[in-house]
């Protein structure tokens, strides 16, 4: 049995030329990019042209990509970086109730550490206020940190709007970009964004890589000390290979945008209708318009997501409950009791099915097939 | 070309590439997924966190896999002060400390721990008395280098974990980043409590490293988010680099001792060659790591020597690839008093097991006729 993979949100795999890349980058260029010698500065240009592929990508500049081992380093960059070089100005930050943890475990974090963190509650749909956030702010905000779109339901935040609202407070406006980068097109400029997370993973690119956009004249505190690499921005030696796999990681998903984007929504589509046609009871969790084109989240009345997700792994669909951190038991969603509420059906039986790279239509109605057949 | 910069960066081992290339194939789920892929995944991570837990003779629970050197450097500083800062505040670090301890253990300082700096001597290795003086009751946490990177001197490990278990409950972490495959690393002959190893030094892949703690040492984690690596290292495992790096780490020990012969004759005769030369001082002590040479020609910038032995096709460095990039003089050298005739001149040859006579004897013919042509000798 081959098996169909809708996870791609947890993780995807790498796509060929990736890998190919990659591969070649780690036989070849094996020069450490901070030695001065030819191997070394070889290893720098590689570095510095995946760096202006990723910069041009969101509408930077490439001196404002510091590259990261992974979303959550440069969540925590974001972060605790704001915090310990803003300190002095203000001890005040706002987010979302419905962010990755990479920035709530952080925005605790720091709670224990004297700063005050608003968290922004979201509606049935899974969409903050605008209104909420404009009461929320202070004259000692230093951090606004709100997730472009989220890993469970999808649901896309009012990013320009908020970009809009922010552009004359002196908070920074960190986006968590992980789910909707290389799904929606960013531009870090017109959006007003001053800070915005990038994880390779989640794109076809390997694992343990990442980037933070940080807008020209933001300085952070480092979270990584050492060397001098990444303009003293992030120490440790660069992961060359990589770097280099990301981009063109990167670059794919360019070549392949808007086609990428029409057609996982088309599986997102097909899928539904399916469920549909099947006659199988379901509710989608989070705004039907606003929302990445490749993430779905449904609630089915009467099944219990625990066993649901057993049996549609014996059926050979790997699916998941929303989010892969919490490892092994599924605790309720964070985000889905931001929407609910502490004590309703859906936090118990909401699954997340998640599109991308070889993904098909047979799949997508195989798939759905074998769920009738599971719930029906 | 000849790479003798080993200490920088290595070339990947063909079947560390393999290893990565096989279980990126087949295993890329996310290991924290719930899916058989997931936990198949994840088996596999367990399976390459015993290995080294093995060769280590650590716990699994106890191996935490990183983005490499530095970051488990930050990790070991920041994490065990603040996991035992109940017990003091007091923190002793060796002045030759790769940056990722310096920095970090600075940043300490500004936070309110009380770091203080172990000296070295003239061969750059720490003075045992002085610490001995430095150590109080309150001190919770020591860090000194298995070896260094600039000089390749080993440092007396084992008579540090004497002096500090005498005087005080500080915890022990040793950066083996440049010792780990080279000599014997084992935390119950060093008796110490962490130790600090990147990939890509020992023909892994860069991106990768870990920090091992012994059993029933505790530390708090720097990173937050999903709470991977038993919640001290949150963010996406990489699966495929984890199984890459075990594999790394069990080449790396594989035939140690004949390794360290291989590179002991290597380095031996280089050194006898250097000796030979009235403008060579060869700076790496006697008790030093055998893969790694350094020296200094006399009133030369290093670059030039560096810059004229590339043109040969032969790859070096000065004393460090951190510091090539800067103009600063090394702390290292600078810790050493080395005198101003020579301080400019360091030049650091480190090999592999991948070199081998042939590259030593044509470097010999021409770092003679770059001298003679520099220096006239
Ligand atoms: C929205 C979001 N932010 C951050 C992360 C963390 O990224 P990484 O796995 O690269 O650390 C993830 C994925 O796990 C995510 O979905
Ligand atoms: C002794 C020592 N410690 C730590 C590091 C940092 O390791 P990494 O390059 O993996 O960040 C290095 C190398 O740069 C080193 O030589």
Known sequence: ?376 | MIYLDNSATTKVHPEVLNTFVAVNEKFWANPASIHTFGHQTNELLQSAREQIADILKTSNEKIFFTSGGTESNNLAIFGLAHKYKQRGKHVLISEIEHPSIIETAKKLSEIGFDVEWIPVNSEGIIILDTLEKLVRKDTILVSVMHVNNETGAIQPIEELSKIVRAQSRALIHMDAVQSFGKIPVDFKILDIDAITISSHKIHGLKGSGLLALKKFVEIEPILYGGGQESGIRSGTTSVPLAVATAKAIRLAVTDLQNNILKLQTLSDDLMVYLNTFPSVKVISPAKKAPHIVTFSVQKVKGEVMINALQEQDIIVSTSSACSSRQTKTSHVLKAMHISDDYIKGVLRVSLSTLNNQQEIDQFKIVFKRVMNVIKGD
């Not at chain 1, 480092?222 to 981009?247: D, H, L, S």
Request: charge should be negative; proline fraction near 3%.
């Open chain 1, 1 to 376: 049995m081959t098996r169909i993979y809708l996870d791609h949100a947890a993780t995807s795999p790498m796509a060929e030329e990736v890998i190919e890349v990659y591969t070649a980058e780690m036989k070849e260029v094996f020069g450490n990019p901070s030695s001065i010698h030819q191997t070394g500065r070889k290893a720098r240009k590689k570095v510095d042209d995946a760096r202006t592929i990723l910069a041009k990508s969101i509408g930077a500049h490439e001196t404002e990509i510091t590259i990261t081992s992974g979303g959550t380093e440069a969540d925590n960059y974001a972060v605790f970086g704001t915090a310990y070089a803003r300190k002095n100005e203000g001890k005040h930050i706002i987010t979302t109730q419905i962010e990755h943890h990479a920035v709530l475990h952080a925005c605790e974090q720091l709670e224990k550490d004297g700063f005050e963190v608003t968290y922004l509650p979201v509606d049935k749909n899974g969409l903050i206020s605008i209104n909420d956030l404009k009461n929320s702010l202070r004259e000692d905000t230093i951090l606004v940190s709100v997730m472009y779109a989220n890993n469970e339901v999808g649901v896309i935040q009012p990013i320009v709007e908020i970009g809009e609202l922010l552009k004359d407070h002196p908070a920074y406006f960190h986006t968590d970009a992980v789910q909707a980068y290389g799904s929606l097109s960013i531009d870090v400029i017109t959006s007003h964004i001053d800070l915005l997370s990038v994880s390779s993973h989640k794109i076809n690119g390997p694992k343990g890589i990442g980037f933070l956009y940080q807008r020209k004249g933001i300085l952070l505190k480092p979270i990584f000390y050492g060397g001098q690499q990444e303009r003293k921005k992030r120490a440790g030696t660069e992961n060359v290979p990589a770097i280099v796999a990301f981009a063109k990681a990167v670059q794919l998903k360019q070549a392949t945008f808007t086609n990428g984007n029409v057609e996982y929504n088309q599986l997102k589509q097909v899928f539904l209708s399916e469920l549909e046609r099947l006659k199988v009871p379901f509710q989608v969790n989070g705004s039907q318009e606003s929302v990445l084109p490749h993430v779905l989240n449904i609630s089915i009345p009467n099944t219990d997501v625990e066993t649901f997700l057993v049996q549609l792994d014996l059926a050979g669909i790997d699916a998941s409950s929303g989010s892969a951190c919490t490892a092994g038991s599924i605790d309720p969603s964070h985000v889905l009791v931001a929407m609910y509420g502490e004590s309703t059906p859906e936090l118990r039986n909401s699954v997340r099915f998640s599109f991308g790279l070889n993904n098909t239509e047979e799949q997508v109605l195989e798939a759905a097939n074998k769920i009738s057949k599971i719930v029906l």
